[in-house]
């Protein structure tokens, strides 16, 4: 694999934006994305073909001299192993079938082409991401992703609540990358390198050793790094963005949610592991993945937006992911990762398909009675149900029973907040179930089913949530990073249970009731209100924000008066000594008056020199009178 093959897999469609950027006609710009994505699928197969038989501390680089500073340079490249050969596979192959999807999804779209830009400007920010072998170039790339994030959460600008949307994640997320550009800094400070592999002399190779505010170096760069990361993939705190997001079209949460944006922070995790394991601080990731995971969980009991059920999921099995990752490495937490992007991806769109079947319907009490008219979303979107609620022998249930294997065997507190997450997963996912599929309809349109171009990646997706987990689980823990643990039999028990009995639970809380907000059980204030995450943030950092604004403007207010009056002062000492001092005192009294004085006495002097000689015979008597005078009164 060359440098110049790996780098055509994210500059392909990159290259599509900025064409369909150009382009007017949608279906047009649909063909060119979807080109360009098949073929960087194409290369990005051939990549993970070569990187999967690699050995896990093995990295083939491509570094190209970029800038150099004094003596020191700074080299933009890739890296290819087989921790981003896999997600090359993963992010190219759903993001293609997210891109056909949306082909179906969006015809009707005057914007489309502009649609298809930002998907494939999207894109191409992700795969550079994954592909970067210096942290540098990874968040050039991050950066990338955030706008096109933006811009695609906020497609519909025209709503006053996707526009609000688009601010919202883009301005969260900002914070947790100020925190990684900090993190940047700090390991080029302390390193000199921002480059991750270079045959032994890269940032992940050596790791920076020292102390800073008296904790050790690694410490403070990954905690900076892993700030990223909870901006990026929705943590706690800075996990309000991530449901709002569903304001933007289904395709754009289905590649939010699954594949790649959300995937970026776990995967900044993964690939600088090395520095949270000299730091120590994997157990902070494992804690706020577990507190994640359950409050999300928790949270997505109480919503009736079909999306949002599905974004708090999103947020909770990211947490899931951190989990896997803080208590047994990268081969647990990124086979979760995978396994996670093909069912949610294929949820997603099970949910775009279900909206559109019901006339641009959400809210899952106004539907009901979709398995009848909806037959192939209905059966997909059960099979990625399952696969979620990691019901045995699915994709789900492998990742998962690995990450609570992990997690029994290093930190049992977590195993057990995993578990209730888990447990949790399978009652709201199956109250959703009841909610949207049997029954009679509630809307108020008759539902139909949506067009193949939307039905045939469901079910391409719906074959690999079910059977990825277990046809992938071996060779996924051989060729990455990390030992997988023992199963011990409490955590075969539990993870089948907290599955089978979630399922049961939630079909005896709602089977067979009448079902709206009103007989709802689980309709309690907090889990509808999202445990007031945002009027939190309202009352505390919003008003405290207000105030900071106030007292900036009454203090900008402040310094331009007293730079006013700083001005006036000179403008007055000034004229005080250019009138006073220079024209009057200088000019008048000193050096023009005293050339006037000298003037007027040449002028005086020099009178008489006329050059008349009556005049001067006048003067010579005149002189010689005054002389006789004066000779006659001494004597």
């Known amino acids: 694999m060359t440098t110049t093959t790996l780098a055509l897999i994210p500059l392909l469609p990159l290259l599509a934006a900025v064409l369909t950027y150009m382009l007017k006609d949608g279906r047009r710009a649909a063909g060119v994305a979807i080109a360009a994505m098949l073929a960087s699928c194409g290369l990005a197969l051939a990549a993970f073909n070569e990187a999967w038989g690699m050995a896990a501390d093995v990295h083939t680089t491509f570094n190209i001299p970029w800038l150099t500073?004094?003596?020191t340079a700074i080299p933009l490249g890739f890296v290819l192993d087989p921790l981003n050969g896999a997600m090359l596979a993963m992010v190219t192959f759903i993001g293609l079938l997210i891109f056909i999807y949306s082909s179906g999804y969006m015809k009707d779209?005057?914007?489309?082409?502009?649609?298809?830009c930002y998907l494939s400007l999207f894109a191409a920010g992700m795969l550079g991401l994954v592909l970067a072998n210096s942290l540098l170039l990874l968040f050039m790339c991050w950066e990338i992703v955030g706008v096109a994030s933006y811009l695609l959460i906020s497609f519909w600008f025209h709503k006053p609540e996707a526009a609000a949307a688009g601010k919202k994640a883009f301005i969260i997320t900002r914070i947790g990358d100020m925190g990684f550009l900090i993190g940047i800094l700090l390991a080029f400070k302390m390193t000199g390198t921002l480059t991750l592999y270079d045959d032994g002399k890269g940032l992940l190779e050596t790791l920076?050793?020292?102390?800073?505010w008296g904790v050790e170096v690694a410490a403070v760069i990954s905690l900076l790094l892993f700030m990223g990361a909870v901006g990026k993939s929705g943590q706690l705190p800075l996990h309000v963005w991530l449901p709002d997001a569903m304001e933007g079209p289904t395709p754009v949460s289905a590649l939010i949610h699954a594949a790649t944006m959300v995937a970026a922070g776990v995967f900044l995790v993964a690939r600088t592991i090395p520095l949270f394991e000299a730091g120590g601080t994997l157990p902070v990731v494992a804690w706020v993945g577990a507190i994640t995971a359950l409050v999300a969980a928790f949270i997505a009991l109480g919503q009736y937006d079909l999306k949002r059920i599905l974004a708090y999921s999103t947020v909770s099995q990211l947490g899931l992911m951190m989990v896997g990752l803080g208590v047994a490495g990268v081969s647990v937490g990124m086979f979760h990762l995978l396994t996670h992007a093909f069912f949610k991806a294929l949820l997603f769109l099970g949910a775009g398909s279900i909206i559109h079947g019901c006339h641009e319907e959400q809210d899952i009490r106004k539907m009901g009675g979709l398995a009848k008219p909806m037959p192939v979303t209905t059966i997909a979107y059960l099979c990625g149900t399952l696969a979620l609620v990691a019901f045995p022998f699915t994709s789900g249930f492998f990742s998962k029973d690995e990450i609570l294997a992990g997690a029994w065997a290093t930190n049992?507190?977590?195993?057990?907040?995993?578990?209730?997450?888990s447990l949790l997963t399978a009652v709201y996912m199956t109250r959703q179930c009841i909610y949207v599929f049997p029954g009679t309809h509630r809307?108020?349109?008759?539902?139909?089913?949506?067009?193949?171009?939307?039905?045939?990646?469901?079910?391409i997706l719906a074959l690999f949530a079910l059977g990825l987990g277990g046809l992938v689980k071996d060779s996924v823990l051989a060729n990455l990073p990390g030992e997988a643990a023992q199963h011990?039999?409490?955590?075969?028990?539990?993870s089948i249970a907290v599955a089978l009995g979630g399922i049961a639970l939630g079909w005896l809380i709602y089977r067979g009731r009448a079902l709206g907000q009103e007989n709802d059980p689980l309709a309690v204030t907090p889990l509808e209100r999202?445990?007031?995450?945002?009027?939190?943030?309202?009352?505390t950092v919003g008003r405290l924000w207000s105030l900071a604004i106030i007292i900036a403007e009454q203090l900008n207010e402040l310094l331009h008066f007293i730079r006013d009056l700083l001005v006036t002062l000179a403008n007055k000492i000034g004229t005080g000594f250019a009138v006073g001092g220079d024209r009057k005192l200088i000019d008048k009294l000193a050096f023009d008056g005293m050339c006037n004085q000298l003037r007027s006495a040449g002028h005086a002097v020099t009178r008489p020199q006329n050059g008349f000689l009556p005049g001067y015979l006048?003067?010579?008597a005149v002189g010689a009178v005054a002389l006789g005078v004066l000779v006659f009164w001494i004597k």
């Open 208 to 212: 920076p050793t020292g102390m800073i």
């Open 618 to 620: 006048r003067l010579i």
């Open 488 to 494: 011990e039999t409490i955590v075969i028990v539990v």
């Open 109 to 116: 779209d005057q914007r489309m082409a502009r649609f298809f």
């Open 69 to 71: 500073v004094g003596d």
């Open 443 to 459: 809307g108020v349109h008759t539902p139909h089913e949506s067009p193949r171009i939307m039905t045939v990646p469901l079910v």
């Open 530 to 539: 999202k445990l007031w995450f945002d009027e939190l943030y309202a009352a």
């Open 412 to 421: 049992q507190p977590v195993f057990w907040i995993a578990a209730a997450a």
